[in-house]
């Protein structure tokens, strides 16, 4: 099916960006602006997901040139469950920020640059060109600099060095691994990418290609012997720059991984045990790296990576429930992992200090918003019936199936040490005293209630949308499904895109 | 730098230079050429005057700041990106004026998005130059 | 030409990595302009090179009467200066401001200790 108006949520926050950049200084409107063109994106990416949801795949020619020779954009339901999901966090992060970032950081263009990185992610989601995939790779990285050094921090700076180098290198695998692949195939649509690849005489410079792919996505996603650059840099920038970082950019490169594994590189069991062990090790190094860890972001960095390796173990047996597994726990992450840093953010502002050391009393002071706390860290470690939980069924039920014993093991450490951790903080920064000759620099009791509602709203809307997804589990359950059938059997995409 | 020759070239060269690059902007659909490149040579201009009359003389002729093309130009691109969406065609396809137009030639959205990424291009190049420059 | 070709992206690229493991900040950043000038010639490589023979079809035909030379890895590597020039420009800015604030230029003296976070 054919439809001109699936790009709407790239075109939506792109006009926000042009318009913000037009009232270049003034911050109030540009508050308006974003949180006006967020809500208005939420909607369009609601109103293509529904229609997707009704009318399966649609596709649209940029430019009117048909599908090998063009560049296809391609809104299947993986690519609108993410893209709705996006639209959700932008909408939350984009009202988080008009209250909880200084105006010093707004007069050097925060807003129209978080558009800008909503942008890229919304097209890179919806893109079903490969080349034009790393394009949007690269605005969002782009986007991503800008947002990592706004406010020029010494700390911050340093972060956006190692931030900077590694992700710069990443995009250069992947756009090695395009160049091979042109010159093997010589296209770059990915469904006829999809069966060209089959006719490849040298099926082993194919293996190697998608080998470039791994490393490149792998360093975006922060898989194990790449992800260093993540928590030393994540805890840098301010709270809600990091609660677009953790909850959506390493999200993109599992996103580009499961589209590349399930349409281009069909995993044979070489690419399967290898993700299989970075799988292993990106869960063990990063519950041990959390383990230690006393600043909040610090963990969460560390919490980010040890969740990656959940849903590149369900890539890596690549079976239809595995794929659910590891579907359901992408839309699970992006929601709580989100949450986490605007969390992060606003025990920054009742405290004034994110160490949890120096953290404590807060349940006894601010009862409401920890009771609102808990429910998201308890939807993270996966309490039934929240939303952590579901996908781990499907994720330990196929381990048992292919007999990844070791695998669920691992799930099981994983999922200990998470609990652990977040156990840990509550009693540390929740539960525990005010230790003593510890200052307290409480900026939330002196706010206005308009920015105090503006602080925990959004807080409060990501953690609805988790609940949600926890007590709502069948129909998400139900779309995953549809979205691992799409992704096992690519037939509807592929016909969808070049006709027959 | 101080060089009479460079400081009375760069005067003459600025206008030749931002004429050629609106020569290489408008004959860009079909030979090479086009916005970036232009955007690039007319940059390269200012950037010329600014090694001759310095960087502060060269943002007292531009008179805005290189910045404010930013939102101009890619407003430019992204409704010429848009505007076949009205005639319920895709995103970007080729919308053309029906007769040519004299020296331009024929007009259509893709020459509007090409004006738009040349005034990208100008508005960048020179914030980057100015920012690094300007620091010392 | 072919051969050429090869030797000098084996040279850009194990240049650039050299450059990158240096701990010098602007070795950084010239090792990975390095790299991606290696890519970019591998994608004008791979897209089987052709001697003068532009892309263009004669005014008195409709379709291409003989070979001629792949004008998509020249449109990907295009794109990829693009984006590159704008990566490189954002990476001088900041290397500046880091260099202004930490007054070194080695890698290793950036790192904050844990006891500064926030």
Known sequence: MIDNHILAPVFVHLFAAIVQLIFWRKTITQRFISVGGSLIGLLVAMRLFSKVHQEGILTMNASDWDAPFGIVFVADLLSVTLVVLTSIAAFAVSIFSSVGLSRQRMLYGYFPIFHFLIMGLHGAFLTGDIFNLYVYFEVIIISSFVLMTLGGRKAQLEGAVKYMAMNILASTFFLTGIGILYGITGTLNMADLSFKIKDVQNQTLVGITSCFFIIGFGIKSAVFPLYYWLPSSYHTPPSAVAATFGGLLTKVGIYAMLRVFSLIFIPDDFICTLLMVLAVLTILTGAFGALIKTNIRRLFSYLIVCHIGFMMGGIAMFSKIALMGAVFYLIHDIMVKTNMFLIAGVIRQLRGTMDMEKLGGLYKEYPKISLLIALVLFSLVGIPPLSGFWPKIFLFQEAFTQHQYFFVGVLIFGSFITLFVIAKMWSKVFWKDVPENVEIEDKFASMELYRKIMMVLPVGILAAATLYIGLNAESIVKISEQIATQLIDTRPYVEAVLGN | MKSAILQTASRYLLPILLLFSFFLLLRGHYYPGGGFVGGLVASIAFVLHSFAHGTENTMKILRYKPLSLIPIGLGISALSVVAPMIAGLPPMTGLWFEEPIPVIGMIGSALFFDIGVYLVVIGVVLTILFTISLND | ?118
């Open chain 3, 1 to 118: 030409m072919e051969l050429l070709l090869v030797f000098v992206i084996g040279l850009l690229y194990a240049a650039g990595v050299y450059l990158i493991l240096r701990r010098s900040m602007v070795k950084l950043l010239l090792g990975i302009m390095l790299l991606g000038n290696g890519t970019n010639i591998l994608i004008f490589l791979l897209g089987t090179i052709t001697k003068g023979k532009p892309p263009v079809i004669d005014e008195a035909y409709k379709v291409f009467q003989e070979i001629y030379a792949d004008p998509i890895p020249q449109a990907l590597i295009l794109t990829a200066i693009v984006i590159s020039f704008g990566l490189t420009s954002f990476a001088i800015v900041l290397l500046k401001r880091v260099y202004a604030l930490v007054d070194s230029d080695d890698l290793d003296d950036l790192n904050t200790p844990e006891e500064e976070d926030l």
